[in-house]
Nanobody, 122 residues
Framework: QVQVVESGGGLVQPGGSLKLSCAAS????????MGWYRQFPPGKQRLMVA????????NYTDSVKGRFAISRDNAKSMVYLQMNDLKPEDTAVYYC???????????????WGQGTQVAVSS
C-alpha cells in the first residue's frame, strides 16, 4: 500500500506565509505526478492548486500564480507547497495527491492524503 501524509497547515494572518509538506511512503514502485488540491466547504469538489511532474514541470491555478510555489524531492518522495501573501480566500483544507505504482499490482493509481487545514484570518 501507498500512504500519503500532509503536514504544515495552520492559522495565519493575511499576508503571511505557510509551507505545506507531503510525504509518500509504503510499497512504492514508482512515483509520478504530485500535486496539491484544496476543498472549500466540506463535501465540495477538490480544486487543483498546483501540480508538479517528476521532471519538475509545474502548473498552477490562476489565483495562486506568483504567490505559491510547488517543489518536490524525488529522493525523499516528498512534495512541498510554499504559500506566500496568503489571503482569506485561500482558507481551505489542502490535500496532497500522488500518482504512484505500487510493488504489488504495478498499476498507476492516485493516492490522497487526509488533508490539512489552512486558515487565513486576522
Amino acid at each position: 500500500q501507498v500512504q500519503v501524509v500532509e503536514s504544515g497547515g495552520g492559522l495565519v494572518q493575511p499576508g503571511g506565509s505557510l509551507k505545506l509538506s507531503c510525504a509518500a511512503s509504503g510499497s512504492i514502485f514508482a512515483l509520478g505526478d504530485m500535486g496539491w488540491y484544496r476543498q472549500f466547504p466540506p463535501g465540495k469538489q477538490r480544486l487543483m492548486v498546483a501540480t508538479i511532474t517528476r521532471d519538475g514541470l509545474t502548473n498552477y491555478t490562476d489565483s495562486v500564480k506568483g504567490r505559491f510555489a510547488i517543489s518536490r524531492d524525488n529522493a525523499k518522495s516528498m512534495v512541498y507547497l510554499q504559500m506566500n501573501d496568503l489571503k482569506p480566500e485561500d482558507t481551505a483544507v489542502y490535500y496532497c495527491k500522488a500518482s504512484a505504482a505500487d510493488t504489488v499490482r504495478y498499476r498507476w493509481d492516485p493516492y490522497w492524503g487526509q488533508g490539512t487545514q489552512v486558515a487565513v484570518s486576522s
